[in-house]
């Protein structure tokens, strides 16, 4: 399994923006699919953003689809969610998590074997 380290949630007002991170210390992240969850309160865990391994391809639920960017920086070993226009619905612990390609989709959470310990976004006036 990959140990990931996911940073960058916090408070912000509707209409911000944050960008999260997720590293992978001694893992070279570029061979594995990375998927962005999300959970609110209540609710299941759900797919937001999936990048892929090869041509770093990406996913977005519809309800992210045109605020949220999925990127990789190779040099850093890190794979960014740049959230903006950042609305209530959007509060949840957010999670990456890295499964080597084949079996790994977006919308199966458990699909995906490796898991960071996630980070809180709070979307409040």
């Known amino acids: 399994q990959v140990q990931l380290v996911e940073s960058g949630g916090g408070l912000v007002q509707p209409g911000g923006s944050l960008r999260l991170s997720c590293a992978a210390p001694?893992?070279?992240?570029?061979?594995?699919?990375i998927g962005w969850f999300r959970q609110a309160p209540g609710k299941e865990r759900e797919g937001v953003s999936c990048?892929?391994?090869?041509?770093?391809?990406?996913y977005y639920a519809d309800s992210v689809k045109g605020r949220f960017t999925a990127s990789r920086d190779k040099a850093k070993n890190t794979v960014y969610l740049q959230m903006l226009s950042l609305k209530p619905e959007d509060t949840a612990v957010y999670y990456c998590?890295?499964?080597?390609?084949?079996?790994?989709?977006?919308?199966?959470?458990?699909?995906?074997?490796?898991w960071g310990q996630g980070t809180r976004v709070t979307v409040s006036l």
């Open positions: 998590a890295a499964e080597p390609p084949g079996l790994a989709t977006c919308d199966r959470p458990s699909s995906f074997g490796s």
């Open positions: 001694g893992f070279t992240l570029d061979y594995y699919v």
């Open positions: 990048i892929s391994s090869s041509d770093g391809s990406t």
